[in-house]
């Protein structure tokens, strides 16, 4: 498929006008921008732009997610707040969380807020570069629509998971990991459908217990029937450890909804009596202050030199480096100053959004 480069000042003013333009508040939309396009910046397609429209913009029109956010704090301690997202831009809810975290631990060292009824939040890593860049160790986790099956079954019963994880160094780089605690997640199936490619061998189970064979977007329409579902990390039965995986996701599945007395499993399938309805998931956010310890530099310097020394192992043949989490994502940054790639049928999604919303100041070199 052909790509097109957008620049990212065109890019980014675009986002934010197409989300005024579905009634989401001008400095709400630019936190949900900077998430959006984050993810593209970092390399991770299928958290960016190919999850503009389908995931955000149809959802509001869909009428099961609230372009003005009301980010309700129902109770709070010192270290510690329980939110309500009253099915809010989980952006706007992510980012307002995190620094209320970040916050509390640089008052009393350690700060953590939970979030029910929120909604899609954009790509975990995010939030623990807010902490890591303030001089925090950061984690997050969110719950998600019941697509991966338990060690031993082949029912979607929790979502994809995300545990998340950032620590400040003295690199360019702060060490940010961000991944899912399934072999893969909903976006890259999605996005492998945008390109008609087929699903990544391992990464589902059908509901006969074997392995899925065929294209991404019909894993999709199969996992939509329960037909096949997604593996956590280390593939199905315990061969391979997925246990391991298993034991992850359920912690992120605790923490997501324990805390705040919110929805998990399949009450986050996004629809009742087969009419779509708000996700209502939840997120949990934790910070951790360095200074109350013995203070950021010693932090980033012991953690630099760390990820140095791992980075120094003996290579495998054939293998030219060693990477640290968050550095691909750093070079991928720096690779992109010109712009964001478009695939085609992104394309046709933003001229349509372009079009509908009146936004005439927009031409899109593929349109040229």
């Keep these: 498929m052909a790509k097109h480069i957008v620049d990212w000042t065109t890019i980014t003013n675009f986002v934010v006008d197409s989300f ?12 949900c921008a900077d998430v959006l396009l984050e993810s593209d910046k970092r390399g991770i397609e299928s958290h960016g732009c190919n999850r503009f429209k389908p995931i955000y913009l149809d959802r509001i029109e869909a009428g099961i997610q609230n372009p003005v956010t009301n980010f309700e704090i129902i109770k709070e301690t010192e270290t510690t707040a329980v939110v309500d997202g009253h099915d809010g831009m989980g952006q706007v809810i992510g980012y307002k969380a995190m620094q209320m975290a970040i916050d509390k631990a640089k008052k009393y060292g350690m700060g953590m807020v939970a979030v029910r009824n929120s909604c899609h939040y954009g790509i975990a890593g995010y939030y623990t570069s807010m902490a890591a860049s303030q001089g925090c160790i950061g984690l997050t986790g969110t719950n998600a629509r019941p697509t991966v099956a338990p060690t031993f079954g082949v029912e979607g019963m929790f979502g994809t998971n995300p545990l998340t994880l950032g620590v400040p160094t003295d690199e360019p780089f702060d060490f940010n990991f961000d991944g899912a605690t399934s072999t893969y997640q909903n976006g890259k199936l999605e996005y492998y459908a945008r390109l008609d490619k087929d699903a990544p061998a391992g990464a589902l189970v059908t509901k006969e217990g074997t392995a899925y064979v065929g294209k991404a977007a019909d894993a999709l329409k199969d996992m939509a029937k329960g037909e096949c579902a997604l593996c956590t990390l280390g593939g199905p039965g315990e061969e391979g450890a997925g246990y391991k995986g298993y034991g992850y996701a359920m912690f992120v599945e605790l923490l997501s909804a324990v805390l705040q007395d919110g929805s998990y499993g399949k009450a986050l399938t996004g629809l009742k009596d087969g009419k779509k309805v708000p996700f209502h998931l939840g997120h949990f956010f ?3 202050d360095t200074n109350h310890f013995l203070g950021e530099d010693v932090c980033r310097k012991k953690a630099g030199d760390i990820i140095r020394e791992v980075r120094g192992a003996r290579k495998a043949p054939g293998a030219e480096r060693i990477y640290s989490a968050g550095e691909k994502e750093y070079e991928i940054r720096l690779s992109r100053e010109s712009g ?11 001229s349509a959004v372009r079009d509908k919303l009146g936004l005439t100041q927009y031409v899109f070199p593929w349109e040229k």
Excluded: W
């Design 286 to 288: 934790i910070a951790i």
């Design 340 to 350: 964001v790639p478009i695939n085609e049928s992104v394309q046709g999604e933003m």
């Design 20 to 31: 005024v333009g579905y009634g989401i508040p001008r400095e709400d939309a630019e936190i």
